[in-house]
């Protein structure tokens, strides 16, 4: 069996460290990894509409603003197939038909689908098609027969859903779909790295993001105003590292070789981290060093955007290529899953002679 990605993202805002280091940093690994025979990473912009559909402009916008994001941080079209969700119509299709292998009790235990539903306010109208975007979402990655699904944790109840759906349908129909696995970060603060005000989650909303496409000055007034630990006064007090989202930030992107390069006092994370925790040691120190650290990573992502916006245009073509290849892929599945599902009457000889001899034979 052949090894396959599908993953994805919303197109509800530029990329973010959160998104970086979450997913984005391991598929191009995975991508250069040579291990995979096909990539395909999805703007999943009609998920996007199911709670943003009274603005399809922010959708349409961030487009190409993710497109820009995947390029720059090094997704190579040439290895990894980029397109866009609602230009392959067959992902409809299949959802509509894996929508009765799902019941609605199913759908409401879904822990990610509660969350949101909490964090938007929906719990008095959810939305049918918001309700529904996990069996869209197994649509997405069965129509690719993706075996690996690298996410965030926050996605695992999702993976867990298609595996039951494909279970389901395997067992109704017959062997088509391919079960897949979850991929998430080893580094499990990579999984959830909070926003700069220590808070949940990085979100647009909450405005705690540091985006991959903000400028060096950006990122310094982003880092240099981070929350730390609220009674850490005096350098000399002792500080907490517990919800001190520098230190965490640190724990996701410092290697030892960054104290040596920046911050020699240190050999590594652990020493400064004692040396905060017994006092004498100020957030400045530790925010200089996270910000060298984060822009080291960040400015060839930043000098490769800048390049590519160049050509908008170009950038474009690589999406519509992309959705050729991806539908060419999608429509192969759903013509499987047709004939496994004994809808595909057209192509059905069999089904054409039967029905014949039938009437032949009520006839005589
Ligand atoms: N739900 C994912 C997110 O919010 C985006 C997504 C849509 C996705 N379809 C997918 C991810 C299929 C992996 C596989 O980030």
Redesign the pocket.
């Known amino acids: 069996m052949s090894n396959i990605i599908?993953?994805?993202?919303?197109p509800t805002g530029r990329l973010h460290l959160g998104h970086y280091v979450g997913s984005l940093k391991r598929r191009v690994e995975l991508q250069n990894s040579g291990e995979f025979d096909k990539i395909f990473i999805?703007i999943?912009d009609a998920?996007a509409l199911t709670d943003n559909f009274d603005n399809p402009a922010k959708i349409r916008d961030n487009i190409i603003e993710v497109a820009l994001d995947y390029l720059s941080c090094g997704i190579d079209p040439a290895k990894s197939n980029i397109f866009i969700q609602s230009a392959v119509a067959e992902l409809t299709e299949l959802t509509f038909y894996y929508m009765n292998l799902v019941t609605v009790s199913r759908l409401e235990r879904n822990p990610t689908v509660k969350a949101e539903i909490q964090m938007r306010n929906f719990e008095a109208s959810i939305p049918a098609g918001f309700f529904t975007y996990p069996v869209s979402?197994t649509s997405?990655?069965t129509a690719f027969k993706a075996t690996t699904?690298p996410?965030g944790e926050d996605?695992l109840p999702?993976i867990e859903q298609a595996r039951e759906i494909v279970r389901k349908f395997n067992a109704t129909y017959g062997e088509v779909l391919v079960e897949p696995k979850a991929l998430i970060p080893e580094n499990s603060i990579c999984s959830r790295l909070p926003g700069t005000d220590g808070k949940a989650k990085m979100s647009k909303s909450l405005g705690n993001c540091i985006y991959l496409s903000d400028s060096e000055a950006e990122v310094k007034t982003k880092v240099m105003s981070m929350y730390t630990d609220p009674t850490h006064i005096q350098i000399s007090d002792p500080g907490k590292l517990e919800g001190n989202a520098v230190f965490t930030y640190l724990d996701a992107f410092a290697k030892d070789e960054d104290f040596a390069e920046f911050c020699p006092d240190y050999k590594n994370l652990d020493e400064m981290k004692e040396h905060y925790t017994r006092g004498g040691l100020g957030d400045v120190k530790c925010k200089k060093l996270l910000l060298n650290i984060i822009n080291k990573e960040l400015a060839p992502i930043r000098a490769k955007r800048k390049e590519l916006e160049k050509d908008i245009p170009a950038i474009y073509e690589i999406l519509k290529k992309g959705t050729e290849v991806a539908r060419a892929e999608a429509a192969n599945t759903l013509a499987e899953v047709r004939a496994a599902m004994k809808i595909n009457y057209f192509e059905d000889e069999e089904l054409i002679s039967s029905q014949q001899l039938k009437f032949n034979k009520k006839n005589v």
């Not at 599908?6 to 919303?10: I, M, Q, V």
């Open positions: 599908l993953t994805g993202d919303r999805m999943a998920q979402q997405d990655i699904v996410v996605q999702m």
